[in-house]
């Protein structure tokens, strides 16, 4: 078992120890939404993927399915050299927000060794996956917060954006 493997089963409890403190300063960058927010933001991202690999975790395309937009259907039904309508039936349902997702978890183009069959053709929200690297970051905490259940990276992000902020 690999580091980030370990790391992931120690997520739920990890989340527990964290969620208040993590929660609690959330709340306070939405309310105050800091000028230097997004540059720490960006270092903490970068420190973060640094020391994981998304390859040797995989677990948001293994637990959660993207918001396939329409500009989606079409790099996806290209990059696979299928019509759209063939991509519906074969891979999407629509979910209660009657927004397109695929049909099953994990993703039906997560191969063996956690790569992205369709890597170049992926979702828009899985190339801005976890979404923590982008700007007004303050926008997306509450799906940050979502992700930290979900991504090793995130965890990290958000524990260093407690300490960064307690000071």
Not at 28 to 37: A, E, F, T, Y
Not at 91 to 111: A, G, H
């Amino acid at each position: 078992m690999n580091k980030t493997e370990q790391y992931l089963l120690d997520l739920p409890l990890e989340y527990k120890n964290n969620k208040v403190a993590i929660r609690n300063t959330f709340r306070m960058l939405k309310r105050k939404k800091p000028k230097q927010l997004d540059n720490i933001v960006q270092a903490l991202h970068e420190e973060a993927f640094d020391k994981i690999n998304c390859l040797d975790c995989g677990n948001c395309c293994k637990t959660i399915s993207p918001r396939i937009t329409d500009h989606d259907f079409s790099r996806l039904a290209k990059f696979l050299k299928i019509k759209p309508s063939v991509l519906t039936v074969k891979y999407l349902r629509l979910d209660e927000d009657d927004d397109y997702v695929f049909q099953q978890m994990p993703c039906p183009f997560l191969m063996s060794d956690n790569a992205c069959m369709v890597y170049e053709g992926r979702p828009k929200a899985c190339r801005e996956y976890p979404h923590t690297d982008q700007n007004k970051f303050f926008q997306v905490l509450n799906i940050t917060e979502k992700n930290i259940e979900i991504c090793p990276a995130v965890m990290e992000i958000s524990k260093a954006i407690v300490v960064e902020f307690e000071r």
